[in-house]
């Protein structure tokens, strides 16, 4: 089985969209790529996801497992395009963008003032002890803070450095409240503030510093 990368891709792209700098010549914001059962396949892949992290199979079960993901992997062979035209990241209707590589988390608000979402880590995400992962749990301040940055500057940033302050256990499968805001900028300099929340008690805080990227640059 090759990776997707070693793969060619197998439908034609819109020329008019390649990349030109920045993480996309313009940011798309789509609803509609995919189709409407996009959204449902993200979940069932999560879904498939959080049953490896806790199956035990046996050498039989494995290996048919292994067969009918080969399957699926040959399916959507035929229908790779490049990142620019591809659905993930720009389903602003789905969780996440429809970004299967983010926890999954939903905007409540977003603006210039910053971006208040729920953020639910899933057995998926476990890191030890029946609590998440500390690196998912940046990856959300990463894309959540890199979010307010965006839409404070009305441009793409990129992130500088992030520090987490782990503060108490981030449990699985609750939603979660999280919070991302621009506290200061300084020229292209965008200093982020983050904080996630089990209902009253503080899981983990965010400072990060993200910098407004320079036109063509990547
Ligand atoms: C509701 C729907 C709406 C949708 C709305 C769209 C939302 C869409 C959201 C997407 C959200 C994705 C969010 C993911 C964001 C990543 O995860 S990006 C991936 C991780 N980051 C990287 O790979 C960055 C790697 N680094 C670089 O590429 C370059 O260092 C950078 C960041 C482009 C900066 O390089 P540069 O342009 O040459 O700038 P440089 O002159 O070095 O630095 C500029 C200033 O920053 C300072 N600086 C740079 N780095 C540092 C540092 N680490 N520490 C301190 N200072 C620093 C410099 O000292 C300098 O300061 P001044 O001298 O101006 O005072």
Redesign the pocket.
């Known amino acids: 089985m090759t990776g997707a990368s070693e793969q060619a891709q197998s439908v034609q792209t819109d020329d008019a969209a390649q990349h030109t700098g920045g993480?996309r010549a313009s940011?798309d914001?789509t609803t509609e790529r995919g189709g409407q059962s996009y959204g449902e396949m993200v979940e069932q892949v999560r879904t498939f996801m959080d049953k490896v992290r806790y199956a035990s199979p046996t050498p039989d079960l494995a290996d048919e497992v292994i067969d009918d993901l080969k399957k699926l992997n040959a399916k959507l062979d035929t229908m790779l395009v490049d990142e620019w035209t591809s659905p993930s990241?720009t389903r602003?209707d789905l969780p996440s963008?429809g970004n299967i590589t983010l926890p999954p988390y939903e905007?409540l608000d977003?603006g210039p003032e910053g971006?208040e979402a729920t953020v639910t880590f899933r057995r998926f995400h476990l890191g030890g002890n029946g609590v998440a992962h500390g690196g998912h749990v940046a990856i959300a301040f990463?894309?959540?803070?890199?979010?307010a940055?965006?839409?404070k500057l009305g441009g793409?940033?990129?992130?500088?450095?992030?520090t987490v302050h782990y503060r108490s256990l981030t449990p699985l499968e609750t939603p979660l409240a999280i919070r991302t805001w621009v506290e200061r900028f300084?020229?292209?300099?965008y200093f982020v503030r983050g904080t996630l929340y089990d209902g009253d008690r503080l899981c983990a805080e965010m400072e990060a510093?993200?910098?407004a990227?320079?036109p063509g640059?990547?």
């Open positions: 993480f940011f914001v990241g602003i963008r905007i977003g971006v990463d894309d959540l803070g890199g979010m940055a965006a839409l793409v940033a990129r992130t500088g450095y992030l300084e020229g292209r300099k510093l993200f910098i990227l320079k640059q990547a």
